[in-house]
């Protein structure tokens, strides 16, 4: 495998692989992979020719109070588990490689942005498609991954391509979940034991959420409190940011289900913040 940091590098390592007529995927991650980023990898695998993966905690998409600096981090565990995928190039470039002194350009999708998590995140997704359009731009990938676990960050970036015309095929793969439904992530390993069990109501409560409409309920507003009360009987849980039933594509509010609908979660436990959805 190529382990590579500079963005120079990699742009022509990737240039010759499509020069040659190979398909290229990419799978961007943040690293401390489990067995979520893994399945993104593997079916990436599948598909094209080349698979590159990038790991890279980009800064720019965590706000001041959030956990930047506690992030887990773990590159000899991740190298030997995307070895074992097995991945042809790591890219792995440094907060100066991506955004060296005196950088000021960003990438931002208006509106989607701001919705679900962009209201309790400020900036968080101008982060996420500043460093996803670099990442594209230096890779030039055939298909780029993506994990439903993060729904709305896989929207966005979809707009973002389609807006900007990117040739880029995106690939949105199901989420990875823990036997008792937790949706896997990499901060996950922040919960204590206690923590750990109480997050398992996020699935439970989605899961509610869609039986309820399965079994006919139409009324978005009766399904969201349904989800909240239920939201509500686990003591560890600290804040409930948002209990929410959107449009699978606008991520605008629905008031009457007549069509899939997203339902999306995102809840505090301690100073751990957890997201997860399903679509119905
Ligand atoms: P991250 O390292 O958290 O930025 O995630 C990198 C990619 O892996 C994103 O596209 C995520 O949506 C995806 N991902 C994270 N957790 C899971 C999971 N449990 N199942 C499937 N994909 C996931």
């Known amino acids: ?17 499509i020069m040659q007529g190979r398909s ?16 993104l990898m593997q079916k990436a695998r599948q ?25 887990p981090r773990d590159m000899a565990g991740d190298i030997e588990k995307i ?45 996420v ?13 055939t298909r780029a991954y993506f994990g439903q676990k993060d729904y709305q960050q896989s929207a966005i970036i979809r707009k ?6 990117m040739d880029i095929d995106l690939v949105v793969c199901p989420t990875i979940r823990e036997p008792d439904g937790l949706a896997m992530s990499s901060r996950n390993s922040y919960l204590s034991p206690k923590q750990r069990d109480a997050a398992a109501v996020i699935y439970a409560t989605l899961t509610l959420g869609k039986n309820l409409i399965t079994e006919g309920h139409r009324d978005a507003k009766a399904v969201q409190e349904a989800m909240l009360e239920n939201l509500k009987k686990e003591p560890l849980i600290e804040d409930i940011d948002y209990v929410a039933i959107v449009d699978t594509e606008t991520l605008s509010p629905i008031e009457h289900i007549s069509e899939q609908v997203l339902l999306a979660i995102a809840i505090r436990i301690g100073k751990t913040r957890l997201i997860d959805n399903i679509i119905v």
């Open 24 to 39: 290229l995927g990419l799978v961007p991650t943040m690293g401390a992979l489990h067995k979520g980023h893994l399945s």
């Open 129 to 141: 498609t500043t460093v996803v359009t670099k990442l594209f731009n230096i890779i030039r990938p």
């Open 1 to 17: 495998m190529d382990i590579i940091s500079s963005p120079i590098e990699m742009q022509n390592l990737c240039r010759g692989i």
């Open 160 to 165: 973002l391509v389609k807006d900007l015309n």
């Open 47 to 71: 598909q094209n020719d080349v698979l590159t993966v990038s790991i890279f905690v980009n800064p720019v998409q965590f706000g001041p109070h959030e956990d930047l600096e506690q992030y």
């Open 83 to 127: 070895e074992a995928v097995p991945v042809d190039i790591l890219f792995n470039p440094g907060v100066k490689d991506i955004y060296p002194e005196g950088y000021s350009t960003y990438v931002e999708v208006e509106r989607m942005s701001n919705a679900l998590c962009g209201m309790y995140r400020p900036g968080h997704f101008k982060g």
